[in-house]
T-cell receptor, first 111, second 115 residues
Framework: GENVEQHPSTLSVQEGDSAVIKCTYS??????FPWYKQELGKGPQLIID?????GEKKDQRIAVTLNKTAKHFSLHITETQPEDSAVYFC??????????FGSGTRLLVRP | IAGITQAPTSQILAAGRRMTLRCTQD?????MYWYRQDLGLGLRLIHY???????GKGEVPDGYSVSRANTDDFPLTLASAVPSQTSVYFC??????????????FGEGSRLTVL
């Protein structure tokens, strides 16, 4: 079955700097790759997603890139702000309900 | 705005006891899910339901059961709790199930400790 690995497990950046979180997946048939943000004491919330027919997608300060050949995808956050501090999860699925999540990255943005 | 409501928010339970975690959604979503979240392991799917009256097994279904009698409710039952079921449990829903599920909407979680 699908396996998703996420790195790093923790990331600390200075406010205003960029943050990059990387994920690799094992099943080449996977075609849907969402990113979720989880704030302390809350449930995860979708922030951006990408499908396998697209190489990059942007939404303001957030972007996701997908390399199908290498089977990895990344989340890029530019001009980080303290409110970006949270745990971020990547996930992958073959367009089905069975999303497989990565183990999470705790991002700390230092003021 | 309610979305997904989970209860209880926190519970301490003796091993061997039966426990039901409740989940209700008011978005009229077809699909619902139960995940458990453990440190270093991310979120793992326990059971899902693509539509009322149907359920299916996820990655880690053993020791858990679910039912989906109607669109809004999706309770998760631990028949005889064990310490390894200590975790934070999240209920989620999506507009559609099956192929092209799209965005999941999560509740705020139920923290369960089994002693």
């Amino acid at each position: 079955g699908e396996n998703v690995e996420q790195h790093p497990s923790t990331l600390s950046v200075q406010e205003g700097d960029s943050a990059v979180i990387k994920c690799t997946y094992s099943d080449s048939a996977s075609n849907y790759f969402p990113w979720y943000k989880q704030e302390l004491g809350k449930g995860p919330q979708l922030i951006i997603d990408i499908r396998s027919n697209v190489g990059e997608k942007k939404d303001q300060r957030i972007a996701v890139t997908l390399n199908k050949t290498a089977k990895h995808f990344s989340l890029h956050i530019t001009e980080t702000q303290p409110e970006d501090s949270a745990v971020y999860f990547c996930a992958a699925s073959k367009g089905s309900y069975k999303l497989i999540f990565g183990s999470g990255t705790r991002l700390l943005v230092r003021p | 705005i309610a979305g997904i409501t989970q209860a209880p928010t926190s519970q301490i339970l003796a091993a061997g006891r039966r426990m039901t975690l409740r989940c209700t959604q008011d978005m009229r979503h077809n699909a619902m899910y139960w995940y458990r979240q453990d440190l270093g392991l991310g979120l793992r799917l326990i059971h899902y339901s693509n539509t009322a009256g149907t359920t299916g097994k996820g990655e880690v279904p053993d020791g858990y059961s679910v039912s989906r009698a109607n669109t809004d409710d999706f309770p998760l039952t631990l028949a005889s709790a064990v310490p390894s079921q200590t975790s934070v449990y999240f209920c989620a829903s999506s507009e559609q199930g099956g192929y092209n599920t799209g965005e999941l909407f999560f509740g705020e979680g139920s923290r369960l400790t089994v002693l």
